[in-house]
């Protein structure tokens, strides 16, 4: 009781708080991995995840086994803000803010049961967030709510550990339920198998204590974004600095040149995300991935810096500086460090540049002449993907120079040509593959520009009428990656305007 007279309690209503607390903006792979790292906590040798799909009584549940947890220590791990973030953690310790566990199972269901054993004693408390929003009432539930849960939480198989079940899962699966929601369940299954793989491929491959994660029955395995298996990458340095008294090292490593993967390699080594989305700053605490590709605003994504990939590791003591939140998904370097990081990016993208075109350029005196390293090569290779793909590089010298020369038409009608010589160079045509699939990517602004400067070009100088225009572009294997009816009514839309 508060030794103050002037203050009252002030209890947060339950309902509209919870509410709140569900949005915090978890998706399912987040959500997960946020999860695991209890168990990690725990020092867990192994999860075991199902996730498990029956339309209305779809569920998710994880078991390790970690030390496990008395009724006590149940108890506090059960309510919200169960530690101060404040407090010093153990080195090795992934959580921070005592919510975890808790945000993120209410991110995905409207149940969360935990049933826990150490000593030979398990212990359960069940979170019912339907019975708060009836209620209004921070009360939580010493059993499991019907026979079902208990069905589904089963028994505990090693000494000790923890499972974590959550149920009602409005957040994952919607009603009403059909085969492709259904069928969209599976593929989430793939996505969360592809992230914990990325967030926990330290703990894989850790000498001292490995860990396994197995999801559906099949081991999790991970995903090194560094490829530092291959003999062709280069690892830079490690470079150490202290940041608020906190160290934090920093090591550049670019990826090898395509040539030297096989398609295998290749795929591997793109990542869950792709090779546009993997470059960048790779941030670790503890092992533990938080951020995985990006440049964290400071520069912007190109094709030539997809080789680079930057390892940074930082300290759980660091979390205030950095602005770690709650997902453990973001982070912002401290202006202290932002300069350093600067310099190390400018330095992978120059170093990726020239392993992507496999060539310098070299000016008078036998130095590297970075303008021309930059710009006057004669193709780009483009990742995508259906794969790697060549275009002409835009911003050659003396193609600038021709088409400041020109008018508009004929501008129009030069891009259109070199849009052909691109689809029909010997590399284009051997790389296009077969389309397998029914399923078409987003058009982009690029071929929409594309496609309506070839419009153009056929409208003015040509006198074509729509439908034979719209079959000569759909003809085009540049353009097959994308859904023909949207191509359509692109055309449609602009021919009007188009002059």
């Known amino acids: 009781m508060s030794k103050e007279n002037n203050v009252e309690e002030s209890i947060p209503s339950a309902a509209p708080l919870v509410g709140s607390l569900r949005s915090i903006g978890y998706d399912l792979e987040t959500a997960i991995a946020d999860i695991v790292d209890n168990s990690i906590d725990a020092g867990c040798k192994k999860v075991d995840i199902k996730m498990s799909w029956n339309e209305d009584g779809s569920y998710i549940r994880f078991e390790d086994d970690g030390s496990g947890m008395d009724e006590m220590q149940l108890k506090k791990a059960m309510r919200l803000g169960s530690k101060n973030p404040q407090m010093t953690r153990d080195k090795k310790e992934l959580g921070r803010f005592g919510m975890g566990l808790k945000t993120a199972s209410f991110s995905l269901g409207k149940r969360l049961t935990v049933l826990t054993k150490k000593s030979g004693k398990t212990s359960v408390r069940c979170w019912d967030l339907e019975y708060i929003e009836d209620e209004n009432m921070w009360e939580i539930f010493l059993e499991p709510r019907d026979i079902k849960s208990v069905e589904r939480l089963g028994n505990i198989s090693s000494e000790s550990g923890t499972v974590v079940l959550i149920e009602n899962l409005d957040r994952v699966v919607s009603t009403s339920f059909t085969p492709k929601k259904q069928k969209s369940f599976f593929n989430k299954i793939s996505k969360v198998r592809n992230h914990l793989g990325m967030v926990f491929h330290r703990y894989f491959n850790s000498i001292d204590k490995k860990l396994n994660i197995v999801l559906n029955g099949e081991k999790v395995e991970g995903w090194d974004p560094f490829y530092q298996k291959s003999f062709a990458t280069q690892m830079r340095p490690l470079d150490e600095y202290l940041i608020h008294n906190s160290p934090v090292s920093v090591r550049i490593n670019i990826l090898p040149h395509h040539s030297k993967l096989s398609e295998e390699e290749y795929d591997y080594a793109g990542g869950p995300k792709g090779w546009s989305a993997q470059q960048g700053f790779y941030i670790y605490r503890n092992k533990r991935m938080l951020i995985s590709g990006g440049w964290l605003g400071l520069f912007p994504r190109q094709d030539s810096a997809n080789l680079a990939r930057i390892e940074i590791d930082i300290q759980n003591d660091a979390d205030v500086e950095w602005g770690i939140d709650i997902k453990k998904s973001k982070a912002t370097p401290p202006l202290e ?163």
Do not use: C
Not at 342 to 371: D, I, M, Q
Not at 417 to 438: H, I, Q, V, W
């Open 337 to 499: 460090i932002q300069d350093i990081l600067k310099k190390v990016g400018l330095e992978a993208r120059r170093l990726s540049h020239e392993v992507y075109y496999r060539r310098t350029v070299t000016g008078v005196g036998g130095k590297a002449n970075s303008k021309l390293v930059q710009d006057e090569y004669l193709w780009e290779q483009v990742s995508k993907k259906s794969g790697i793909h060549f275009r002409i590089n835009k911003k050659h010298s003396v193609l600038e120079e021709i088409r400041d020369e020109l008018d508009g038409k004929l501008k129009a009608k030069l891009d259109y040509y070199l849009l052909l010589l691109e689809e029909d160079s010997p590399g284009n045509l051997y790389a296009y593959p077969t389309k397998s699939s029914e399923e078409y990517l987003p058009l982009d602004e690029e071929n929409r520009q594309q496609i309506l400067m070839i419009v153009q070009v056929f409208k003015e100088s040509l006198g074509t009428d729509l439908e034979d225009i719209i079959q000569h572009i759909l003809s085009f294997e540049t353009f097959s990656r994308f859904n023909p009816e949207q191509i359509k009514q692109l055309i449609k839309t602009n021919w009007e305007e188009i002059r």
